[in-house]
């Protein structure tokens, strides 16, 4: 450990190639965010009339791999795409081929995306291809009318081509499903058998109180404790050390045999273990998905050609890393705790 980090806790962030917060962390997983844009509008993350940011301000696809690369330069072993829907943006393929160079180097372990899955049956077998062995797939619902009411626009039958179009070239899925009071509650284990019948792990997030959207949090609000103990019932569920990198807690399901993830950022906070950060498509860096502070790494990138100036912005802002989220549900005000959009945070 480096001497300066135990006298003061926000010294840079960075020693060697390792980035390490103020709480002794190692940061060696990115999410970027290629765009805020997405073909579906979720009632639990978008508004349905939303107004996405000017094209001009995002990043380029070859500024996106400028900056990924340094992450990964100083580090960052997992990469994940996010959005919006990574791949709506146009020539995304271009940018994934070209950060696949860093799993052929041994530098990157893990290059992925989440995505809705509605352009999956397209982009698998080139995904494949440049690495990518592992994706998650936002599914919600398997019941076609109340997939189309909770995306507004998203087709189940897309979604599902996906899915078996991605398995059928060897990537393996994993599917995440926001837990809805009122909405899928009922349908939660029936999903569970489903993905574990495929072979795909199934992992239930809580809804996260960010941005402003047409429905009220907290009618949608369903504790995953609640949900675990209900399924406790009926399954006999044991918790296994299995990691994805990511915050969920999984557990094995004795009776289908599959992985059950929970992710769990109300009822209980993973910060403990936090080793990600976030980027978003206009390169703004954020060191916590539940906290306002962030970094401008956009300026110092197109600052200059050579990237001093960018891993100096990258060092100092991991070195104001937060020990945990502020998120709550608020009954009171019913405002989000965070003002921004999940599709503008990515992921």
């Known amino acids: 450990m480096d001497i300066t ?16 917060d103020p709480f002794g962390r190692s940061i060696t997983y990115l999410r970027v965010s290629v765009t805020d844009r997405c073909d579906f509008r979720c009632v639990y993350c978008m508004a349905e009339d939303m107004t996405f940011l000017p094209k001009r301000d995002l990043l380029s696809l070859e500024e996106l791999d ?15 795409l996010t959005g919006g829907e990574p791949l709506v943006r146009k020539n995304i393929m271009h940018l994934i081929r070209s950060l696949s160079r860093h ?55 897309k979604v599902m081509a996906g899915i078996r179009a991605a398995q059928a070239v060897g990537i393996r899925v994993k599917l ?9 509650e009922g349908e939660i284990p029936s999903m569970i058998e489903w993905a574990h019948g495929e072979g795909i792990d199934f992992t ?26 209900d399924l406790a019932d009926r399954w006999t569920l044991r918790d296994i050390p299995y990691r994805t990198g990511g915050p969920a807690r999984y557990v094995e399901v004795a009776e289908t045999g599959g992985r059950l993830g929970f992710i769990t950022p109300m ?11 976030r980027i978003t498509c206009t390169g703004t860096l954020f060191m916590c998905l539940g906290q306002e502070d962030a970094a401008d790494l956009r300026a110092p990138l197109r600052a200059s050609e ?17 020990k945990g989220h ?22």
């Open 326 to 347: 502020d998120f709550v549900i608020d009954r009171t005000t019913r405002k989000p705790s965070v003002s921004r959009h999940m599709s503008v945070t990515g992921g």
């Open 267 to 277: 009822t209980h906070n993973f910060c403990e273990s936090c080793n990600r950060v």
């Open 5 to 20: 980090r135990l006298l003061d806790p926000v010294a840079p962030a960075s020693f060697g190639s390792e980035m390490i």
């Open 204 to 229: 239930l997030i809580e809804t996260m109180p960010l941005g402003e959207i047409d429905e009220d949090r907290t009618d949608q609000y369903l504790p995953l404790s609640k949900v675990r103990a």
């Open 176 to 184: 995440n499903a926001v837990a809805l009071k009122g909405f899928n």
């Open 103 to 157: 799993l052929e180097s041994g530098a990157l372990e893990e290059l992925t995306l989440t995505t809705n899955g509605s352009q999956l049956a397209r982009f698998a077998p080139e995904l494949a291809d440049c690495g990518v062995r592992r994706l998650n797939v936002s599914l919600d619902t398997l019941d076609p009318d109340k997939f189309r009411q909770i995306t507004r626009w998203g087709e189940l039958d």
């Open 306 to 322: 050579g990237n001093e100036l960018l891993s100096n912005a990258i060092d100092e802002a991991i070195g104001r890393k937060p």
């Open 66 to 80: 400028r900056l990924a690369s340094c992450f990964v330069e100083k580090g960052v072993k997992r990469l994940r």
